[in-house]
């Protein structure tokens, strides 16, 4: 059987993340991962809290006192959090992709004409130029899809007199490619990783796009974290580029998958693709193994921690295979249900969670599992991510920026009890 | 101020198919519709062209009528129909009696079954894992409830026959007894109208009281709501009914892409309450057990619900039955000459049911045309030269469903988009399989003033995703295109969302709840479609 | 039920990942291939040509957060293809390695001879005569194994070699034998087995792949549950076969009950080796660099990289993992003359890779990627039990 420090139930960004923090401890770490979770169809941005209460949140640290206890933020606490965000920019920075942070809430343009709050950023997302800005270039691409600059500038028009009486140019280029399948965003990124296609666009856009101008357009910079072509285009242009947020799935969710991905690896951590976490034997309170079976295939896990990083509903990590029923399959944790099932649902895109979204595994403050007498019913195992109760990602916009507390506090704790590093 | 002989109110499928009879027999029609067409129970219900077996023991005269159309209809409406042939099947928990009896009854009713092995059944239908006792096979069909109402007015149309959709009626205008004509309203813009007319033929169905009350005549119509489950993939290849005295939860149609089960029974007070509930649907799967053991195991998309309209006949009630399973009312009975209801029925049916209510009309007016709707297609056949041609540049699997959708003319429009500009060839929705081509067409020809009008014409919104991506790529297509309607965009995505998740919401288990997250990650946390944005900040 | 097609829930995810969509500008990506057009295949008279398209490499699985069997969904589409389309005669010589190697066997210099000099030739059957057709071996697996004179040990293990290794590198399968008889284990091989139907499934000849695991599965259940004694496998795509998609394909439930005594052959010593560790002695000998490359094949098996972690985890070796994506070949797709350059285009991230590295020796488990490789990074490469081998006395 094998052995390691820490074993990480799941390959989600809650859980690289965690094996990332474990592996800078020098913990021998292994993720144990079914699929890749959803990092590749969000953007690779770190959501803190946008919504709450019917709020409208600027400043999210500000504003994590006034959360119920319930919230996973309150759990963690905000010395946590504050920790887990530096952390982040700090790696980032150290692998030459920083992100950018204003210590408030940043609005980000998407695709429907939108602004969606976010905390952490990609350089190629900053959005500052666009605000005062009269003349806005929109970079289309020739037969892409997912991908429409006359909504995006209708619904800005919309808003108030200042977008409205902005100078929208949609601009399209054509990069000769044909496909005879429909064509992403993705692909392009994909695409724009090769140095003639990299060549090819910086001519195309030479032709259309003056100095000093503001440009919007769909994620291609590349699938790899690097700034090395968004820099060169940049100054060759001289021109402000900005990303947009679109359609998922995202080309930067897919170069930060890929960041924390070949670092964790780097470091040694070893990633089991495919294989589902079944069960686990606990004695005394204590997980002794958890066991992968994959169409009867079994193998045993032992670590010294494990990490509950499954992803909630999404993920697999929360089963409900009937009406009103949910389970926590692998330890069979208790869970904590808001409501009965028949309120479970409130009306969509109104400005209000929905309750259903809020049901999760029940957790101390130091994210271990606990029954409703506050006991925890497993000491070596703790819950990250989306499994956590009494909270909304969708609503708050608050994803990512959960799964990075949670991730950072825990290993923090694990840390601590392994030799107080 | 429009004028017109026959005023037909309700676009449903009893509404369009008499606007044909009519039309073809020459006959000036205009057809007001308050919403969209096939609002009703004519796009709510389970999809199934009956053979008749269904009736065989409690109504012979209705089950007669039902396998002569049923024939009739295959041939005559072919694009709007799968022959997937049917079963009845008699479980462990069905009566035997029964069984002997609904032989019999279908030998003297004329509708053909034939008695397989089980064995036979179950190598044709390999999902089915009950304990069965004996198996017929019968000729029962799928049929499209909104692509049958749309042919119709397509052939209507080409005789004269005009429909306007999201035009109510206000107000039926009497003068001296006889009909004169009736105010309307156009329900999007707010314009108010007048149409002239002689005669005026209520066929809204579970709207039926609504309409004759404008005239302080009252029918008695219950609306009684069913519930139905649909399925994410065919569960079964033919209709599978359970063989026992008609009742809940006995049916199975494979549609398309997907399988509906239905349905259940439950009287209302409103037309418009069609809100399927948890309790509903477990109460269908519960029943689905007897034949399929593990349902629970296939992934429910949405449940829907829709009012059928029951007549409870006076017994001093005059009006005139055709047949036990509709009536024709002449409303000259209760002092307005020139006003007719025609009620109950079955969409299977309602080309009999047209032709008996023109029948009237044309007696009325003195027209000595006879009926010709069995004897023409609804829509020209399309050439398997032009067939050929689609296979090559339409989405894999997606070319004879695009022509059943489009017909003649529109498939050979969409066509020549596609060969001329193939960037329009890009899907819309991946899950049914659906262009920006087929899109544009169906937004061009009018009538659409929403995404919902949209989806019942090309079933965008209706497969796996339920409208997670297709709903932004639809509007984006009506943005590049600088189509408007009376909501903004963003509401236009709210709205069709929101429709989206009133099905979703009963449903809430299993795969459903990972696709609802997946949808509200797109489109709350991704774009915030909703959110509030503090301008000042930006 | 666990694994089906209502998973799905358009994520998208999988086609992010499918190396052939990444660099073929037609394949629709398994999204659309798998459970997309399945709802439409189900009722559909014809099966779009596009499906052969799908080289059967498994990424979709290994990375869909769902459990959605899409490969497998597009192999019996591929199969259901023909039904209504002739075979290829590629399709019939590169399914049928096992009745050409037992062919081939009766005078390989002849059959090597013949590849070589008629590669033209090789244009009229559809196969590419620039991909890097193995060569078929004096002796195969079995003839050769005949001659070792094993110790007899209590610990038995059934070998089961594969098609690859017989025919074309016995000695693979030689220094198996040879590793396990110096950790005290006896090597029992079976001549009945045959080949475990994977070139069949990759060109939709499913009924005669289905035929095989039958047959196979018989002899499974008589070693595994009669004998007592586990089955292993060298060749990664066998070992997926057997254990997986025996199931996946054939729906043969039955398999799930032994599954778990059908290993890897690396799977298997990763198991025993640290229980063993204080008997062994390492032979830290001067070894070239080296860089390993997962198969593709056992990454969706989710047990890791066995041989991988033993070399580096328990031996200590520096040996880099490539992790750079599929190598293209996949099993005999990249052999098609249609397929070739897609193949080659595919593999290109990892002979990169494997070009910057300093590696002279690249390691896999896998046969075909292992000549793929040699073909696409003019390196060397060996199997890992190879070194494993020669490391341990």
Known sequence: MKNYDVAVIGGGFSGLYSALLCAEKGLNTVVIANGIGKILFEDGIIDLLGYYDNNVISDPLGYIDNLPKEHPYSKINKNFIEKALTHFLNFTKQENYEYVTYNKNVWLPTIAGTFKPTFLIPKTFIPDTFKDQKEIIIVNFKRLKDFYPELFVNNLMNINDKYRNKDYKIVNIDMDIYFDRDINIVDLANLLEHTEVQEYFAKKMATVIPKNSVVLLPQVFGTNSSYKYYDYLTNTLQAKIIEIIGMPPASSGLRLYNLINNKIKALGVSVINNAKVISSIVNDNKCVQIKTDILGKKIEYQAKYYILATGGFYGGGLESKYPGEVLEPIFNLKIDKPVDYDKWTAELLENSPQPYAKIGVKVNENLQPINEAQQVLVDNVFVAGRNLSGFDPSYEKSNKGVSLASAYKIVSLIGEKINGI | MLSTTVLIIGGGITGVGILRDLSMRGINCILVEQQDLSNGASSHYHGLLHSGGRYAVKDPEAAIECIKENMILKKIAKYCIEDTGGYFVRTKLDNEDFENKWVEACNKTNIPIKKIEIKEFLKKEPNVNGDIISVYEIPDAAVDGFRLVWQNVASATKYGGKVLTYTKVTNINVVNGKIVGADVINTVTGEKGKISCDIIINATGSWANKITQLVDININIQPDKGTLVVFNHRICNGVVNRLRPSSDGDIFVPHGTVTILGTTSKKVDDPEDTKPTTEEVKYLLSIATAIYTNIYDYRILRAFAGTRPLYIANNTEAGRNASRGFVIINHQDHGVDGFYSIVGGKLTTYRLMAEKMSDVICERLGNNNKCTTANENLIEDIDNYLIMEGKKVFPSYSNELAAARLGFDGYLEVLNTIKNNPDKKITVCECENVTIAETEYVIKHGNIYSLNDIRRKTRIGMGTCQGSYCTLRTIGVLAKNRIIFKDNYKDLIKGFIKSRWRGIRPVLWGTAIKEIELTRKIYEETLNINGEIPYEEL | ?393
């Open chain 3, 1 to 393: 039920m666990e694994y089906n097609l209502d998973n799905c829930l358009a994520c998208n995810i999988c086609n992010l990942n499918c190396p052939v969509m990444a660099v073929h500008p037609e394949f629709k990506g398994p999204k659309l291939s798998g459970p997309a057009y399945e709802r439409f295949r189900i009722n559909a008279s014809e099966i779009d040509e596009n499906i052969l398209l799908c080289s059967n490499c498994k990424t979709c699985d290994t990375v869909c957060p769902a459990n959605v069997p899409i490969a497998s969904l597009n192999m019996k589409a591929k199969a259901n293809y023909y039904k209504y389309h002739k075979h290829s005669l590629s399709d019939w010589i590169l399914s049928n390695g096992e009745k050409l190697g037992k062919f081939a066997s009766l005078s390989p210099y002849i059959t090597n001879f013949s590849i070589k000099y008629f590669k033209k030739a090789l244009k009229l059957v559809n196969i590419s005569n620039k991909a890097p057709l193995p060569k078929y071996s004096k002796k195969n697996f079995y003839q050769e194994f005949k001659k070792i004179k094993q110790q007899s040990f209590e610990h038995k293990v059934l070998f089961y070699p594969g098609c690859f290794i017989n025919f074309y590198q016995p000695e693979v399968g030689i220094d198996l034998v040879k590793l396990l008889q110096k950790i005290k284990i006896e090597v029992i091989v079976d001549e009945r087995f045959i080949c475990c139907g994977s070139p069949y499934v990759s060109n939709g000849y499913l009924d005669i792949a289905k035929n095989n695991a039958i047959h196979n599965f018989e002899l499974l259940k008589y070693w595994i549950i009669e004998r007592k004694i586990p089955v292993l496998a060298l060749c990664t795509t066998c070992s997926l076969m057997l254990r997986q998609e025996y199931q996946e394909l054939f729906d043969m439930d039955e398999i799930k009950t032994i599954a778990n005594n059908i290993y890897d052959a690396g799977e298997y010593l990763l198991k025993i080796l640290p229980k063993e560790i204080d008997k062994i002695k390492i032979n830290k000998q001067k070894l070239s660099e080296m860089i390993y490359h997962a198969p593709c094949h056992l990454k969706v098996q989710g047990i890791g990289l066995p041989f991988y972690e033993i070399l580096t985890q328990i031996i200590g070796m520096n040996i880099q993992n490539a992790d750079a994506g599929c190598c293209g070949i996949s099993g005999n797709y990249g052999f098609k003359d249609e397929n070739y350059n897609t193949s080659m285009k595919v593999g290109n991230k990892l002979f990169d890779k494997i070009e910057k590295s300093k590696a002279d020796v690249v390691l896999s488990e896998c046969g075909t990627c292992r000549i793929q490789i040699e073909h696409g990074s003019q390196r060397k490469t060996e199997h890992p039990v190879t070194i494993l081998e020669k490391l341990i006395s």
